[in-house]
């Protein structure tokens, strides 16, 4: 146990919704950032937030948007859902965003677009 | 366009033999390097760590670095049936923590 957690652990959701997923960052960790893993793949950076600031941003459209809190917890949201939205999307919080520091992953958001 | 690439497998070994994992990267300021190793339906946990050059063991698993090269493996000696899982090589430069990953090689660990 990593001490991150997500929620939702499963969701479904019709093509053009909108979905919002939540992280709670493992205690002392101000960091988080969000990866999608589609199946068979390695999972892909979305964005990482510091101190609730945007700190980097991977290839993602920007209907793929988030937040982070005062307690350091963060939220993915992703609107106009399409088909390939559907993967595994992981939290990971670290202390300081450091690139040499290790991520800590939540055990993910299985989210399936019909 | 950072690409870190994996055979993504199945890599087969008999119980107790060695395991090699192999990854190449293409960026050439790459700086840490990681192994994770995901089990199905689980989120990654990381394995291993590595910075500079040469090998680095933890127990059973040993990274090794060429920059050189561009290239980093993991070495799992005694393979055991529970190592069975996809190993994640992610690599970053110095500029926070957006890792690159690859695709995952797929260990099946036979007994």
């Known amino acids: 146990e990593t001490g991150v957690t997500q929620s939702p652990t499963h969701l479904i959701k019709t093509r053009g919704q909108q979905v919002t997923l939540r992280c709670s960052s493992q205690?002392?960790?101000?960091?988080v950032s969000w990866y999608q893993q589609a199946l068979g793949q390695g999972p892909q950076f979305i964005f990482q937030y510091y101190r609730e600031e945007e700190n980097g941003r991977g290839n993602f459209p920007p209907r793929f948007s988030g937040l982070q809190f005062p307690n350091y917890s963060s939220e993915l949201n992703v609107n106009a859902l399409e088909l390939d939205d559907s993967a595994l999307y992981l939290c990971?919080?670290?202390?300081?965003?450091?690139?040499?520091?290790?991520?800590?992953f939540g055990s993910g958001t299985q989210l399936s677009v019909l | 366009q950072k690409e870190v690439e994996q055979n993504s497998g199945p890599l087969s070994v008999p119980e107790g033999a060695i395991a090699s994992l192999n990854c190449t990267y293409s960026d050439r300021v790459s700086q840490s390097f990681f192994w994770y190793r995901q089990y199905s339906g689980k989120s990654p946990e990381l394995i291993m760590s590595?910075?500079?050059?040469g090998d680095k063991e933890d127990g059973r698993f040993t990274a090794q670095l060429n920059k050189a090269s561009q290239y980093v493996s993991l070495l799992i000696r005694d393979s055991q049936p529970s190592d069975s899982a996809t190993y994640l090589c992610a690599v970053n430069d110095n500029y926070g923590q957006n890792f690159v990953f690859g695709p995952g090689t797929r260990l099946s660990v036979l007994p």
């Open positions: 590595i910075y500079s050059n």
């Open positions: 990971a919080s670290s202390w300081e965003g450091r690139a040499n520091e290790k991520l800590f």
């Open positions: 205690s002392g960790h101000n960091t």
